[in-house]
């Protein structure tokens, strides 16, 4: 896909996925630090490597941006380093372990897309055939295929835009399906890319109708099962073992649930890092599907990288497939060098929006660079931050913005109910108290920025007086603040 992104704070394709409910603010907190000894180093990784990766999650814990972190690596069949950082439960002091559950948001794609294709594999269906052969109550169905769900590509429309949709309750399909029927599409199948769920929701659907069952017991049935993920499934009937977190007014809190029924094949996913290590290895071992089906399941559909439930990378002779994950209160990432035989794995208990530090796509890369020094794809971490066009529109209101927090006057008439709720008076002084010392604001940059469904979310560089600070806000379609992350010293 076109790149978005000219820093590294966000990778190059929409993370996007689900965002749970309204985005909370998150303004200089801090979260209670876990501290923990040294592991030991892992089998099977240089000792270097195991201490350099180490460091890097540590890092985190420690700062304070994330109350756990569990990563795995893997090389061909050999599970290399797996390790857990961190508290998986604050409350309950329970520390994360490299197999504990996360929900994964939009990993699912990834198991989605391979349902899908493993039918296909069986006959029960065409990735070619028309979607109302499987959902006839979708209107437009008779023109979109398979295939073009699966690579983002049929113009379905954004479903964010359902009246009083409330994702943290359940839906009934048909009624939501109903709504979403009037909605205008986006663009006609097949004419361009846009990454929305609804696509793999519609995916997720196709698979319990061909197979007769749940797409949960298809997927424990023809992937997790045979592959030993013991700590994979589907919500409701798989629940994370970690607690996911927002933070709001300066305290970290369980994030809001959203309702799986929304969620589905496109983000119901729950599983571990040793998981998805194994997963990896199936998948590109030959495990899981046939090598012309893993080639149809990896390769884009488009000038965008966009495959099925993939991003592939080229830069020169490498080749990165990944994809990230988000669900309220939850980040996860999925790194895979397919010619090194490489997997890469990051799970994290924290909301994406409203931490302050490396998401979890930024981190694998720079396990990639530890592991793989040579790898263009893992030099991509240390690149240097470099501003995108401006925006005067943009800078414009965000001018304003600064000037409101540093008064702790927020003109509520420009925030959503979500932000509103989470600016209290409390939050507002504390706010403007850290704010005011910093100066007058005398530049604004634009360094990265990518769409989430009906939101738009930026990394902006800011330069007071003090001296230059980073901002990652979201921003609605009508221009009003949905979110912001804590401010942090520009490198």
């Known amino acids: 896909m076109p790149r978005r992104y000219a820093s590294p704070r966000l ?25 923990v000894a040294a592991p030991a180093p892992s089998p099977g990784l240089d000792p270097a490597m195991s201490a350099e990766i180490d460091a ?7 700062e304070g941006h994330a109350p756990g972190i569990s990563l ?38 990834q198991f989605t897309a391979a349902a899908i294709l493993l039918l296909a594999q069986d006959g029960a269906l065409s990735i070619d055939d028309a979607l109302s052969q499987y959902v006839p109550e979708f209107n437009g169905s008779a023109e979109i295929t398979l295939r073009e769900l699966l690579q983002q590509r049929s113009g379905v429309p954004d479903y964010t835009r359902v009246p009083g949709l409330d994702p943290t309750q359940t839906i009934d399909w048909r009624a939501f399906i109903g709504e979403v029927n009037r909605l205008p599409a986006e663009f006609a199948p097949g004419s361009a890319y846009r990454y929305n769920n609804l696509n793999y929701l519609l995916l997720g659907k196709v698979v319990e109708r061909v197979s007769g069952g749940p797409l949960e017991a298809f997927v424990a049935r023809r992937i997790a099962r045979p592959l030993h993920l013991t700590s994979t499934g589907m919500l409701p009937e798989r629940q994370p073992q970690a607690v996911g977190y927002t933070r709001l007014g300066g305290a970290a809190v369980p ?10 094949g496109a983000g119901g996913l729950v599983s571990s890092a040793v998981d998805l290590v194994r997963w990896d290895a199936a998948l590109f071992g030959g495990r899981v599907l046939s090598p012309s089906s893993l080639a149809i399941l990896t390769t884009p559909g488009g000038e965008e990288d966009y495959a099925m439930g993939w991003v592939s990378e080229l830069r020169g002779r490498e080749h990165l497939l990944w994809h990230n994950g988000e669900l309220g209160g939850f980040q996860a990432m999925n790194a895979v060098l397919p010619k ?18 490396l998401q979890p796509d930024v981190l694998a890369r720079r396990i990639i660079a530890v592991l793989e020094p040579g790898s263009a794809f893992g030099e991509g971490a240390a690149v240097q931050e470099r501003a995108l066009p401006a925006d005067p529109a943009l800078a414009a209101r965000v001018a304003m913005w600064v000037r409101q927090f540093e008064t702790a006057r927020i ?31 005398s530049k604004i940059e634009i360094l990265g920025h990518e769409q989430r469904d009906a939101l738009d979310v930026y990394v902006l560089r800011l330069e007071f007086a003090r001296g230059p600070f980073v901002w990652k806000i979201a921003v609605t379609r009508d221009g009003k ?3 912001a992350g804590s401010l942090e010293p520009a490198r």
Request: glycine share 12%; proline share 5%; aromatic share 6%.
């Open 481 to 483: 603040l949905a979110g």
């Open 56 to 62: 890097l999650a540590q890092r985190e814990i420690d």
């Open 72 to 109: 795995g690596v893997g090389r061909g069949d050999v599970l290399l380093y797996a390790r857990g950082y961190g508290e998986a439960d604050v409350a309950g002091h329970v520390r994360a372990r490299p197999e504990t559950a996360y929900a994964v948001g939009s990993l699912t794609k």
């Open 340 to 357: 090194r035989g490489l997997f890469v794995v990051v799970l994290e208990n924290t909301d994406g929006l409203n931490a302050p530090a």
């Open 255 to 264: 994030a809001r649930r959203w309702d799986p029924s929304l969620l589905g």
């Open 411 to 441: 003109d509520r008439s420009g925030v959503t109910p979500g932000m509103d709720a989470a600016l209290t008076p409390a939050v507002e002084r504390e706010t403007a108290a850290a704010w005011a010392p910093l100066g007058t604001l």
């Open 11 to 35: 990778s190059s394709v929409l993370r996007a996925g689900l965002i749970a409910g309204a985005l909370c603010a998150l303004f200089f907190a801090v979260l209670a630090r876990s501290v």
